[in-house]
């Protein structure tokens, strides 16, 4: 190419730049195919939301029921509805609830939504995330109010809880993309294992020295098996077997998977059988390395 | 009392209980298609798959993998009785009269092909490769031809292919 | 007509007629109303299990028309389920769900729909097409069996060992 074209060249790119460059802001604010993809991605690695639809209900409405030693909460319409989902809230706003447990009035969620650990989501994950949320069908269902019963809860029970017995996971700088690394990422921040698989302390925060050593009493009474590497109380698949299981909830003897797991692996518009291989092989690898503990669910 | 009164009762009576019978059995009588016909050779047809399959992992050496096979033996053995319900002697069944005549032989020919199916799964969950061969070498003719010589109407010269399912 | 006459008559009848009834059908009536459902159930319900285990290894063995032998043993035991979950079958042993019983005519579809997509799986290992029987393989296990363990059956709190290279070691010799 000669020096002129090099240089007509630029001029034209310079001008067709040009309007893009000032307007910055509005390409900022519409994602690309890929980023919402992306998004619809990481939205099957936490299972879905499923917490925030109730099954055979439209996805993200709200709604869902949960009882605890704090009260009663329902899951809020995360849907794009303006006036009672999160249509009119701003990427950060929406990042904030998630990650750090603050409404954009001001409000503490409680954390079922267990916003500790969605910390340790990557920002480029939420991003995409939330890119995504804004093009799951809006829904007008009016948040349900929370039905609290401990004093002074959000003033100062839940501040003090948090900061003394929730475990907080911190975000990584870049995404791991691969091995053991994703697959922490991926069972830790993301996929949330811990709030059901990890029992409770007293103060009903999780109990991370026994990490994903299982609940005997998890959500809807549920026995939630160990799943570290003890061999006789724990989780002794091979990874092939777990990766498979993920992906389609088949156990290796023939047995398929039913429950909240089952709802998760299906997922709403996506759940953990959309995961790759390759993801859920690093999710098998990561439950390798944990360590064994020794906790027996159920008789 | 007056038998008559007594009488007409009775007769409403046997009517109503064998009609809730009919219909409670019904429920397990047949396999959703109303026929017990159709449905006790769709019965068999998937035992001669079962054992044809166990036949040909023996074969091969595979012990452990007759297990499965043997308990879908088992397990249709236990649903028979229910199967061959007196009246159900059509055109197209090859069952024959002497099943309802010799009730108890039929029933005793049933649970001894479930014993013996029974048996064969217990070996190969086992893993005990020479009572599995022993049992797969006799049980044709001790488990199914005990009840197919007398009471199965033999079928034409013409055999066709082994059932696959 | 007397009515007490023809009430003592229908005592009489009916229980002739049941004792009847019961010889002929024999062993059957007792499976039906004995707490022996949840045992009987508990036993199809692993082979099921065992015949999905089978049929999976045949897949990857790329053993495709022998699968049908195993979607045809399903489709029958399907046939049964309904049966084996009388009211006042929830005992302490079983791990069905009260939501069974209140939401009877999902619980008896969900049966039926194991029927179906076990036939299906038949149909395809029968036509000895792999792409299609993987294709309804790589569904199989959520549609046929977790769309009613999904709502109606309790998790079970520890994953089983897993079986031998080859074929599944659950089966229980009795």
Request: aromatic share 6%; charged share 20%; with cysteine.
């Amino acid at each position: 190419m000669g020096l002129g074209s090099q240089a007509g060249c630029l001029v034209l790119a310079l001008v067709l730049l040009s309007p893009a460059v000032l307007s910055e802001s509005a390409v900022a604010q519409a994602p690309s195919a890929a980023e919402i993809a992306r998004g619809k991605y990481i939205f099957g690695a936490t299972g879905g939301c499923g917490c925030h639809t109730i099954p055979k209900q439209p996805v993200n409405a709200g709604g869902r029921k949960y009882d605890g030693p704090f009260g009663t909460v329902y899951a809020s319409n995360i849907t794009p509805d303006r006036e009672t989902g999160i249509g009119g809230w701003t990427d950060e706003q929406i990042i904030t609830a998630i990650r750090l447990g603050r409404r954009s009035n001001g409000e503490r969620l409680v954390p079922v939504h267990p916003y500790t650990v969605f910390n340790g989501m990557a920002a480029d994950d939420l991003k995409a995330l939330v890119a995504f949320l804004r093009t799951v069908p809006a829904v007008k269902r009016a948040n349900q109010p929370k039905k609290i019963t401990v004093p002074m809860f959000e003033s100062v029970f839940l501040p003090a809880w948090l900061s003394a017995f929730a475990p907080r996971e911190t975000p990584p700088a870049t995404v791991p993309t691969s091995g053991v690394a994703r697959g922490e990422y991926l069972v830790r921040a993301v996929g949330h294992c811990g709030e059901c698989h990890t029992p409770r302390t007293m103060t009903m925060a999780t109990d991370n020295s026994r990490f994903l050593a299982g609940n005997p009493k998890g959500p809807e009474d549920s026995e939630v098996p160990n799943i570290t590497p003890d061999k006789a109380t724990g989780l002794a698949w091979s990874e092939e077997e777990i990766a498979d299981y993920l992906g389609t909830g088949n156990k290796p003897d023939g047995d398929v998977v039913g429950g909240l797991m089952g709802e998760v692996i299906e997922g709403t518009l996506a759940g953990y059988k959309d995961l790759t291989k390759a993801d859920r092989l690093a999710i098998a690898q990561y439950l390798k390395t944990i360590p064994a503990v020794k906790n027996k669910i159920g008789k | 009392m007056e038998l008559r009164h007594v009488r007409t009762g009775v007769i409403l009576g046997s009517l109503v209980a064998l009609a809730v019978v009919g219909c409670a059995t019904g429920k397990t009588a047949t396999m959703g298609s109303g026929d017990p016909v159709a449905d006790r050779q769709r019965l068999m047809k998937n035992n001669g798959a079962n054992w044809a399959e166990i036949q040909n992992k023996v074969k091969a050496g595979n012990v452990e993998g007759v297990a499965v096979n043997a308990e879908a033996l088992a397990l249709h053995a236990q649903r028979i009785m229910l199967l061959f319900p007196e009246g159900s002697l059509t055109d197209k069944s090859k069952a024959k009269p002497d099943i309802w005549q010799k009730w108890p032989e039929f029933q005793a020919a049933a649970k001894n092909f479930e014993n013996r199916a029974g048996t064969l799964r217990d070996q190969s969950v086992a893993k005990d490769a020479a009572a599995v061969t022993a049992t797969v070498a006799t049980f044709g003719r001790d488990a199914c031809g005990a009840c197919h010589t007398p009471f199965r109407v033999p079928p034409p010269p013409q055999q066709p292919a082994a059932p696959r399912s | 007509m007397q009515r007490r006459h023809v009430k003592t008559g229908v005592v009489l009848g009916s229980l002739v007629a049941l004792a009847l009834a019961s010889s002929a059908t024999g062993q059957s009536m007792a499976k039906i109303w004995t707490s022996d459902a949840v045992a009987d159930r508990q036993r199809l319900m692993k082979l099921n299990g065992a015949s999905w285990a089978d049929a999976q290894a045949k897949l990857k063995a790329g053993n495709i028309e022998a699968i049908a032998v195993n979607a045809e043993t399903m489709a029958l035991t399907s046939t049964q389920i309904a049966a084996l979950f009388p009211e006042g079958s929830l005992t302490d042993k079983s791990k069905a769900k009260p939501e069974i019983w209140q939401k009877w005519a999902e619980f008896e579809a969900a049966a039926k729909n194991m029927g179906a997509q076990a036939e299906k799986l038949r149909d395809a290992a029968r036509s000895k097409d792999q792409a299609a029987t993987e294709a309804v393989a790589k569904e199989f296990g959520r549609q046929a069996c977790g769309t009613c363990h999904q709502p109606f059956r309790v998790p079970p709190p520890q994953q089983q060992q897993p079986p031998p290279p080859s074929p599944p070691q659950q089966l229980q010799p009795r």
